[in-house]
């Protein structure tokens, strides 16, 4: 029972353009949603996060957007840089400290 | 550098053996958790503990095991290993309990089991 899913397992994306990292759930009770990139070799590494009364938080090149009715979260970079090539996990959490994670996307931008 | 530390890097060994996995949260984290990566899967939570008491508890089989002592670092033991416990086996820490709180990761353990 997959309560958090990545469907895109990879995404390719020219330097400069806008990359978007798609994610769904089924449980409508998540109450905090997260976004990690992990690089190779390292453990994930925290980028951003929302709460379940927003719609928006941005910082920086990373805005993250969740569309609770349509149980959708999508994770929007913008400009792209190659250093930002990187695998991408959601997670989302029932207001407890287990954190239910993605299988991850994979986000490779060239120049 | 996430500050946290995990010992081994690498671990290869047979079916039905135990071993031990080690992870020191960063100075100041009360918070420890444990996390399994297998192949092509996102992060499985195996379980969480909070100054020393177990506070949560994921998908983790009875064959394997945690505490948490009073230094604060973690071990995970894992027993009568299995092909499928292959993975990679992090460790996260955070200042205090609440999935609000940041998580800073390990590096991680992969583990071959042969």
């Known amino acids: 029972d997959q309560q958090v899913k990545q469907n895109s397992p990879s995404l390719s994306v020219q330097e400069g353009r806008i990359s978007i990292l798609n994610c769904d759930y089924t449980n409508s009770m998540f109450d905090y949603f997260l976004w990690y990139k992990k690089y190779p070799a390292e453990g994930p590494t925290f980028l951003i996060s929302?709460?379940?009364?927003?719609d928006k938080n941005e910082d920086g090149r990373f805005t993250v957007f969740l569309n609770k009715s349509a149980k959708h979260l999508s994770l929007h970079i913008v400009p792209s840089q190659p250093g930002d090539s990187a695998v991408y996990f959601c997670a989302a959490s029932l207001g407890t400290d287990k954190l239910i994670f993605g299988t991850g996307t994979r986000l490779q931008v060239f120049p | 550098d996430s500050g946290v530390t995990q010992t081994p890097k690498h671990l290869i060994t047979a079916t039905g053996q135990r071993v031990t996995l080690r992870c020191s949260p960063r100075s100041g984290d009360l918070s420890v958790y444990w996390y399994q990566q297998s192949l092509d899967q996102g992060l499985q939570f195996l379980i969480q503990?909070?100054?020393?008491?177990?506070?949560a508890k994921g998908n983790i089989l009875e064959r394997f095991s945690a505490q948490q002592f009073p230094d604060l670092h973690s071990e995970l033991n894992l027993s009568s290993l299995e092909l499928g416990d292959s993975a990679l086996y992090f460790c996260a820490s955070s200042v205090i309990a609440g999935s609000y709180n940041e998580q800073f990761f390990g590096p991680g353990t992969r583990l071959t089991v042969l």
């Open positions: 929302i709460s379940s009364i927003k």
């Open positions: 503990y909070y100054n020393g008491e177990e506070r």
